[in-house]
């Protein structure tokens, strides 16, 4: 079965909007507060702004990578072609795809854990029942994505109004209020770079990253984009420009009415700051558009996510019942199920604190560095006709982005770094007793 089966149905704005909704989620209105917190003055802007380039650089190689190989499974097969489809490249997308089975549950995971977290500012809930509600929202999704790929595109662009009018509320409200500006004229106050501020922001960059990530989301579902090489860069650079424009002035505008100094203190900002500006009725209205905005995210990146096994198995790397597609709706119905299932258990079983840093710890090495690595090979083998985007300034902003993605990582902490690299031990142990078994690389001359 070719992974090239599945169709082409989305075009620009319905792949730009589930990348939105993918990047929003969330993620900045819960690490708003954290971030504050450990840049501990009025410059924590200065992180969203750290992981906005991260994230701009970073996209152009995804965007030679998704525009020269436009299938499903995004980074499946970046790696597979970048190290030799018959050779170490066998090894690297495994890998990828072995630590993904862990990984993408534990976004899913992030992200409905989040969502029971800010339904306790509506309702008070135990832990028992904030574990309920977070199972809960994991299993809607995985029935909401239960159908063809169109109608999925229609609802993704439908939860991205969702998002865009969430952000452009907060906006408003402190452009009304008056001090908008006043955050911004007093950004530098107390700043002072050294090597405490470089440290804080590289910490804190760990929260900020986190919350941009998805600007990729479209490249794991590059067989079912309609025009892939101009369509696949451009909602990517679309969606980090958009994304990064509403965090910058949504934290203006909460910072604006509420100081950071106290900002910092407060799980539940976003709700405090539109009772502040408008009362108890408009702060349970704007807590119930953070949750839909949270379970937008959640549905973006299951879709993405089932894509990768599937890719896997589809070409032959993977336990061949994840390549099954849905006899009449044509998606990979089992992989989608697998992985809902999974981030089913991780949501009851862990909390938001302990996977924010692990999922970034967990890809580093492999997806993000690893790709850099791959596109610089590929680029030394193939002809330039191959990449239908070319980045500017080739290959500079490649080792920009992995000296930048080594700092994230060493900020992840040292035990999620060890964590990160026993998973992928393990999964080359596994990898090459696979391997062995079936006569591949680097088994393939043994008799």
């Given at each position: ?94 890998l990828?795809v ?113 919350s ?16 892939p ?12 420009a ?18 950071w ?10 709700s ?26 959640v ?53 938001l604190?302990e ?6 710890a ?35 902003p490649?080792y920009?982005?992995i ?42 001359n043994?008799?």
């Open positions: 079965m070719s992974v090239n089966n599945m169709e082409r149905r989305l075009g620009l704005g319905q792949a730009t909007a589930i990348n939105m909704i993918d990047m929003v989620g969330i993620g900045p209105f819960i690490t708003l507060p954290m971030v504050i917190g450990m840049m501990n003055g009025p410059y924590f802007l200065y992180a969203w702004l750290a992981g906005a380039f991260l994230s701009f650089i970073d996209a152009m190689i995804w965007s030679e990578l998704g525009a020269a190989f436009p299938k499903a499974g995004g980074s499946y097969n970046f790696l597979k072609e970048a190290y030799g489809t018959n050779g170490a490249g066998k090894l690297m997308s495994f990828f072995w630590q993904t089975m862990i990984q993408a549950p534990l976004v899913i995971a992030s992200a409905a854990i989040g969502f029971a977290a800010y339904f306790s500012y509506l309702v008070p809930l135990t832990p028992i029942l904030a574990k309920t509600v977070s199972g809960t929202v994991v299993l809607l999704i995985v029935i909401l994505l239960y159908r063809k790929i169109e109608s999925i595109g229609k609802i993704g662009v439908f939860l991205w109004a969702g998002v865009i009018l969430t952000m452009l509320w907060i906006i408003g409200g402190g452009i009304v209020h008056g001090n908008f500006i006043q955050p911004i004229l007093h950004i530098n106050d107390g700043l002072k770079i050294n090597y405490a501020f470089v440290s804080a922001i590289g910490f804190a960059s760990v929260k900020t990253v986190y941009y990530l998805g600007y990729y989301n479209v490249c794991h579902l590059g067989g079912e984009i309609k025009n090489s101009k369509n696949i860069p451009r909602s990517m650079f679309i969606s980090i958009g994304i990064s424009v509403l965090y910058l002035l949504m934290n203006i505008s909460v910072v604006s009415v509420i100081p100094h106290i900002a910092k203190d407060s799980p539940f900002v976003i405090e700051f539109m009772k502040q500006l408008a009362g108890q009725t408009a702060a349970t209205i704007a807590t119930c558009l953070v949750l839909w905005v949270a379970f937008a995210s549905f973006s990146a299951t879709l993405g996510y089932s894509r990768v096994p599937y890719a896997a198995a589809a070409d032959g790397a993977f336990f061949k019942i994840f390549a099954k597609l849905h006899p009449t709706k044509h998606f990979p119905y089992i992989s989608l199920l697998f992985l809902g299932a999974i981030a089913f258990v991780f949501s009851l079983l862990f909390k604190s996977v924010i840093s692990a999922i970034l967990m890809r580093i090495l492999i997806q993000f560095i690893s790709q850099g690595i791959g596109l610089i090979l590929l680029r030394k083998t193939r002809s330039t006709n191959d990449f239908p985007y070319k980045m500017p300034l080739f290959p500079l490649i920009l982005a000296v930048m993605w080594l700092g994230i990582l060493i900020a992840t902490g040292k035990q999620m770094m060890l964590a990160g690299l026993a998973v992928i031990s393990l999964g080359t142990v596994v990898y090459f007793i696979k391997a062995k078994f079936n006569k591949e690389w680097p088994y393939t043994i008799g």
